[in-house]
């Protein structure tokens, strides 16, 4: 399968981030076998977070999602973004 090229270009932290859940992993580190994975697309900056079951990943990636939201003053829109709002507020 061939992908097309695109051009984007971020003009600043966490304009992307691109997240990514692995998991089950045949080894654990410290009990989990799950991660989920943030890639800023702007600073090419990575975060691993580790958890034990699938079903921690929305968790996670809404924990993330407060954390830098109140830290930088940005409010993510994105698909996964938005069902935190919905789930943990």
Request: proline fraction near 2%.
């Amino acid at each position: 399968m061939r992908f097309g090229t695109a051009t984007y270009c971020t003009k600043g932290i966490l304009d992307s981030v691109h997240t990514d859940v692995w998991g089950p992993t045949k080894t654990s580190i410290r009990g989990n076998h799950y991660f989920v994975s943030f890639i800023d697309n702007y600073s090419r900056r990575m975060l691993d977070i580790y958890h034990e079951a699938q079903r921690e990943s929305l968790r996670v990636v809404c924990g993330v999602e407060e954390e830098h939201e109140e830290e930088f003053g940005k409010e993510d829109q994105g698909t996964p973004f938005r069902q935190c709002k919905r789930v943990y507020k």
